[in-house]
Structure formats: structure tokens, C-alpha cells
């Protein structure tokens, strides 16, 4: 998100193309730019909701791994938390003029997976605003929009580019919802604190997918699992960022301004089929780990070399947990 900066999956961004990845791969291929958690050096992803960004800030993310990741997202995303939203937005008084209908933003949207997957599964017309820093992913996530709604209803689209830290209830004016995937988890205490107040005081409820929940499932079991699990759930609480912490800490934010909070798991669970998405994950997840603890290179070599022989295989299983969360505010000017 995250114009918002475009976050994956509690995994910021790597170098570009022009800059390798440095750290462990085990077969020497290049990682996808943006497809693993290592933040450049001296970078803190953000979000921020109003223009004014440095305008030769490189992209974050390839739209290659987001691509990649599309699959598994739409998998794991918490279809439980849609009936209670449904039941808010048809609880809603028709907006004024009826033809836009429910007007959703989406925080750096990326190539638009998010509005792909959720946008058929709402009924009525609906009109998407996507924010992104990146002008082509936003063109990618434009062109690819839906079309239609569960309903058949029309659905349209805009495009946002811009500088997002100060999101205020009056940026939501008119919104219906804020959606986003991957985002608390690179957010800070206070950076979460301002999303939830604008969200509460424009009435907007959010669903927030996709937020890394610090534990990972490998099977067959390796002894260095949980080492390499603990170095990256650090390194992602590098430079005040919340990472694995921040389901909590919006969970205690939406309910302290005043919102009904509900929080369903999201793993995602990647077999032979995800074979090349696991690979890349790895790649990343396993350079965060090294990044974090210089002293776990040598290990992290061999066993990054293991499990990528064993996904090759088709003999490695991966759960990467995730938390989804709905927090619906009191509509503004009524009643919940």
C-alpha cells in the first residue's frame, strides 16, 4: 500500500533489478525484485495517503511476485469475514444519487489483486479508488479490474498516485470501505493508530488481509526452522515497524476509537502446486533471517539449498500464517 506504497505479505521490498539481492539463495537464481522480506538499506516501508512523495522513489515491487502470490492470496483471504460486511452495507441508507454505490479504497493496491477478488463477491455497482506510488502498477490493476459485481452490477475504477502518511477521515469522505492486503505488518504503533482514526471518524469500515502472524509450518520438520522463524519475525520489527505484532495492535486501536473488531486466519498453505512461489518465499524469507543474524549465513546456506532441492521435489509443504481483519466504526452521523 501502501499514492500508498505497495506492501507484500509483511515482506518489504529488495533491491531492484539493477541491484542483486545479497544473502543466501541456494542455487545461485536471481529472486524477483520486491519478492522477498529484505528492506534496502536505510528503507522503511509506509503508507501514506496524500501527495507531496519524493517522485524519483524507485517502485517496491515487481508486478511479477505479486502476480505470483495472486493465487494463494485469493486462497487465504477469510471469506468469513464477508457476511458481516454485507449485512453493514445493506444496512447502509442509499447514498445520495444511488448510481455509484459503495465507493472502496484500496490501500496500496498493487497490480489490483485485492479488488479482483473482492469486488465479484459484493453485490451492487461499486466504484474503486486505487492508491498506489508505483504508476504502473496502477495502470496494471486498472486495465485488469473487474467489470462486474456478484450481482451483475457495473463496477468502476480510478487511480491514485500519491504520498499516503496522513490519511485523515476527511481523504474517506463519501467511502463505503478501505480495504488493503499485506499492510499492518509494515506499519508502525502510531502509523496503525492514524488508519484507525480516520477509518473510525469517516465511519469507513476496513478489511485488512494478509497481515504476517510471525509462525510459519514446514513439513518434513528442520531443526532450523524455528531459529530462521525467530530472525525474521525481528527483522521485521526492525525500525519500530510492528510486523508480526500488528494484528494486535490494530485490534486494540479499532476498539479503543470505538469499532467492532473481528479477526479470522488466513494462512497460506503452499503444496507442489505453489512449487515456484515457495521458492521464491524462501529465498526471501531465509535472506531476511541472515540479514537480521550475520551469524546464521553458513546454515542458512545449506538449508536454504535443502528445501529448495525438496520443493523442486515436490516434497516440501509450507504454511505462512496470516491474519485477516474487519473493523466496522459506527456509520458516521448514526447509529451501529
Known sequence: MKDATTVTDGIPAQPGPSEPQTGPRGD??????????????????????????????????????????????AAARAQDLLDPLRIRQADLPAREGGAEGLVVHDLGCGTGSMGRWLAPRLDGPQHWVLHDRDPYLLHFAAVASPRAAADGSRVTVETRRGDVA????????????????????????????????????????????????????LTPADPLDAEITEAFNAHQR????????????????????????????SPWRLGPESAQLTAQWLRG????????????????????????????????????????????????????
Open 28 to 73: 545461485g537464481a536471481e529472486v524477483i525484485p520486491g519478492a522477498g522480506p529484505v528492506v534496502g538499506p536505510g528503507e522503511r516501508a509506509t503508507v501514506r495517503l496524500r501527495d507531496g512523495g519524493p517522485e524519483e522513489e524507485p517502485p517496491r515491487y515487481a508486478p511479477e511476485w505479486l502476480q505470483l502470490r495472486e493465487v494463494a492470496d
Open 238 to 265: 526492525r525500525t519500530g515497524l510492528l510486523g508480526p505484532d500488528a494484528v494486535t495492535v490494530a485490534c486494540e486501536a479499532f476498539s479503543e476509537r470505538g469499532a467492532t473488531v473481528r479477526v479470522h486466519p
Open 166 to 217: 496522513r490519511l485523515t477521515p476527511d481523504a474517506l469522505t463519501g467511502a463505503s470501505l478501505v480495504t488493503a492486503s499485506a499492510l499492518l505488518d509494515v506499519l508502525t504503533r502510531e502509523e496503525i493508530g492514524t488508519l484507525a482514526t480516520a477509518c473510525v471518524g469517516a465511519g469507513c469500515p476496513a478489511l485488512l488481509t494478509l497481515t504476517v502472524a510471525g509462525r510459519v509450518e
Open 285 to 336: 524469507w531465509v535472506g531476511a533471517a541472515v540479514e537480521q543474524r550475520p551469524g546464521l549465513r553458513e546454515p542458512a546456506e545449506r538449508y536454504l539449498r535443502e528445501r529448495l532441492a525438496a520443493c523442486e521435489a515436490g516434497e516440501l509443504n509450507v504454511v505462512v500464517h496470516h491474519s485477516d481483519l474487519l473493523a466496522l466504526p459506527r456509520p458516521a452521523g448514526g447509529t451501529s
